[in-house]
């Protein structure tokens, strides 16, 4: 072969590789993944929503591309970001991270298969007609959560028999927030504990509603969920310990950062579930057939070095049925 006729030959197949490298992306199946806050909030829950989609046979990269989209705690903006994932074309939207996201994407399109991950109930919301056979083109998991408020509570009362007041810190904007609070009220009355309930959508309004709080003379705290909390939790440690106000809360990240306690489904589960019922849509499930799973793993986990600088002691009982206690 002659010199010239090889560095052409090489030449053409160097230039060939792009091409042939976008030609397999492009055949690649690609879903959406529209969170709630940001990625670094979600990094456990990737990695667990990946573990999901490698047990149905897709692993990110190799047979799948992922297209993230983060609102940053702006709720009002995933109306915009599911429409760019419709107009995108994707096989898939995991909506996750709370009602918002999911609620978004079901109104952005009635074809492309969704699977959520919900605290409230999804058929409550709109979400799906039946828990065993949602309909439509949206299935997913079912964390339970905001019927968790009254199990919080009372961890809360039995840490704190003799408190008679206890504040609520509530997103507004967040779609399931004012049953969580009426649930958690319902569950006060037998209790004989009064519920203040605070509201705060942005981060500007936390110093107002912690305020708020003690001029109310509120002896313990409990929040709402919300992606949005989840992901100013070192702000509301902050001020919790600033007002020496004993908190249980909806993850297991805030105990971890300095929170009292908190009380949760298992988010890698969840998340894990969330990737398979994906790899199952890929692989040709449609999401009618599947239903919508349920949480079955709590965790409750005790922060000792709060409680200490907070003057509590925890009682054997809570003790013993923690998870994880964090000295």
């Known amino acids: 072969m002659r010199r010239r006729e090889f560095i052409s030959l090489v030449g053409g197949a160097v230039a060939a590789w792009p091409l042939a490298a976008r030609a397999q992306q492009a055949a690649m199946p690609v879903v959406g993944f529209l969170g709630t806050t940001t990625a670094s909030d979600f990094t456990d829950r990737v990695a667990a929503f990946r573990e999901g989609l490698k047990e149905a046979g897709y692993i990110e990269g190799q047979n799948i591309v992922i297209e993230y989209r983060w609102p940053e705690g702006n709720y009002d903006r995933l109306a915009t970001l599911a429409a760019d994932l419709v107009r995108r074309h994707v096989a898939v939207i995991a909506a996750v991270g709370g009602e918002p996201s999911p609620l978004a994407a079901k109104a952005a399109t009635g074809t492309i298969p ?65 049953t969580y609070v009426g649930t958690v009220k ?101 999401p009618a057939d599947l239903p919508v799973a349920q949480a079955t793993k709590f965790e409750f986990v005790i922060n000792l070095k709060t409680a200490k600088a907070l003057g509590l002691t925890f009682p054997p009982g809570l003790l013993a049925i923690a998870d994880e206690v964090i000295e």
């Not at 699977?115 to 949206?138: E, M």
């Not at 961890?155 to 927030?177: C, Q, R, W, Y």
């Not at 297991?252 to 988010?267: K, N, T």
Request: aromatic share 10%; proline share 4%; hydrophobic share 50%.
């Open 186 to 286: 319902e569950a006060a009355l037998p209790l004989g504990v009064q519920i203040h309930a605070v509201r705060a959508s942005t981060a500007d309004d936390f110093d107002t509603a912690f305020a708020a709080l003690a001029q109310q003379n509120v002896e313990a705290l409990l929040l709402a969920n919300d992606a949005f909390f989840l992901s100013e939790r070192r702000r509301l440690i902050a001020l919790a310990a600033r007002y020496a106000i004993p908190a249980v809360y909806f993850w297991r990240e805030f105990a971890v950062d300095g929170g009292l306690m908190s009380y949760s489904p298992s988010l890698v589960q969840a998340y894990r579930q969330v990737g398979i019922y994906t790899g199952k849509i890929l692989n040709g499930a449609k």
């Open 114 to 178: 969704i699977v959520f991950s919900s605290a409230g109930d999804p058929v409550k919301l709109g979400l799906v007609a039946n828990l065993n056979r949602p309909d439509g083109n949206i299935t997913g998991v079912y964390f339970l959560s905001s019927e968790l408020g009254a199990k919080r509570l009372g961890l809360l009362h039995e840490l704190l028999p003799k408190v008679s007041a206890i504040g609520m810190l509530v997103n507004p904007t967040f779609a399931d927030a004012e």
